[in-house]
């Protein structure tokens, strides 16, 4: 008896770890550092947002990033994206996690997302897509 007790204790708290630990993770990222690559990490994301292109730049010492995302599926697209700074060494410059975007694209149509860095000692950026999240906080 105890030692089922204990046994049905430590898998809720297992399930509880679980469920707290657990964030959402982009489905899209770009990410610029030295050399620019893409992970789509997501099957059902990476099928429907595609990434086009992208272009980084430096304006008045600081990073300007665009990319340019198209809506691959055959429907409306809603989704959330953000842009991450990093330095030379690779620490991110945000001090609190930057907030998601929401975006709706249509069918087959792209849109460029822009960003400018809010620091000149940006070196490169992670830009990430997941879906958008409903909010349940006020129901």
């Known amino acids: 008896m105890r030692k089922n007790l204990l046994l ?27 050399s620019t690559t893409i992970t789509v990490n997501s099957k059902v994301v990476g099928r429907k947002a595609r990434v086009l292109k992208y272009n980084v730049e430096t304006r008045n010492d600081l990073l300007l ?23 030379k060494d690779r620490i991110w410059l945000d001090v609190v996690e930057p907030l998601w975007i929401p ?19 940006a070196h490169g950026f992670d830009f990430q897509i997941r879906y958008s999240l409903p909010s349940m906080r006020w129901r």
């Open 65 to 87: 990033a665009q990319i340019t995302i198209q809506n691959a599926a055959k429907d409306d697209l809603q989704f959330e994206y953000r842009f991450r700074w990093y330095d």
């Open 8 to 34: 049905n204790a430590l898998c809720i708290l297992a399930a509880i770890q679980f469920v707290s630990c657990r964030t959402p993770s982009a489905g899209v990222v770009v990410e610029n550092f030295d």
């Open 103 to 121: 975006v709706s694209i249509s069918a087959k149509d792209q849109i460029p997302l822009n960003a400018i860095a809010n620091n000149k000692t």
